[in-house]
T-cell receptor, first 111, second 116 residues
Framework: SQQGEEDPQALSIQEGENATMNCSYK?????LQWYRQNSGRGLVHLIL?????REKHSGRLRVTLDTSKKSSSLLITASRAADTASYFC???????????FGAGTILRVKS | SAVISQKPSRDICQRGTSLTIQCQVD?????MFWYRQQPGQSLTLIAT?????????ESGFVIDKFPISRPNLTFSTLTVSNMSPEDSSIYLC?????????????FGEGSRLTVL
């Protein structure tokens, strides 16, 4: 299975702190994406990083990709209570159209 | 972007029955994807639904258990057949952004099924 691993499984921080989540995967990819899910509802796309990119920013989000280590990290800066959610990385295979999701990290931001 | 509506949003079903989930998209899309999310778990792809052809199922999922229809470019249904408590999950419909298949996915709000 290509399904990746994410760590930590759960993260609890204070509002204003930074949150870092890591994702590892197993096969060659076209791109890697991060999604957020609030309380078991639908997923919302956060950011996409292509295999030839190393870092990408979007607002308070910073994503890095290391294809040699087959790993990525998502940094959320200055976290807010509204950031409380589950975060999933997902990888797009290099030669297919399937998006495979990692196990997810549950983030709790305390106010 | 795409707006996806799923029905029902939740349901409680009896063992042995079947339930059909509907997915309506506000624009024409080539491929629609059905995912399952078991309690506390990540998403697992069930199948890819293309208009005008049979759905492509992932390993571990079969058409008899999860028949899919794709009558046009904006609509699809997923049926969960002969349900057991192990089928209790959130079922999510999704579509790719734009015409390509390498970009982001848009998701419906999901259908939360509880099987008693």
């Amino acid at each position: 299975s290509q399904q990746g691993e994410e760590d930590p499984q759960a993260l609890s921080i204070q509002e204003g702190e930074n949150a870092t989540m890591n994702c590892s995967y197993k096969t060659s990819i076209n791109n890697l994406q991060w999604y957020r899910q609030n309380s078991g509802r639908g997923l919302v796309h956060l950011i996409l990083i292509r295999s030839n990119e190393r870092e990408k920013h979007s607002g308070r989000l910073r994503v890095t990709l290391d294809t040699s280590k087959k790993s990525s990290s998502l940094l959320i800066t200055a976290s807010r209570a509204a950031d409380t959610a589950s975060y999933f990385c997902a990888t797009r295979w290099e030669y297919g159209n399937k998006l495979v999701f990692g196990a997810g990290t549950i983030l709790r931001v305390k106010s | 972007s795409a707006v996806i509506s799923q029905k029902p949003s939740r349901d409680i079903c009896q063992r042995g029955t079947s339930l059909t989930i509907q997915c309506q998209v506000d624009s024409q899309v080539t491929m629609m994807f059905w995912y399952r999310q078991q309690p506390g778990q990540s998403l697992t792809l069930i199948a890819t639904a293309n208009q005008g052809s049979e759905a492509t199922y992932e390993s571990g999922f079969v058409i008899d258990k999860f028949p899919i229809s794709r009558p046009n470019l904006t609509f699809s249904t997923l049926t969960v057949s002969n349900m057991s408590p192990e089928d209790s999950s959130i079922y999510l419909c999704s579509v790719s952004a734009g015409a390509g298949v390498t970009g982001e996915l848009f998701f419906g709000e999901g259908s939360r099924l509880t099987v008693l």
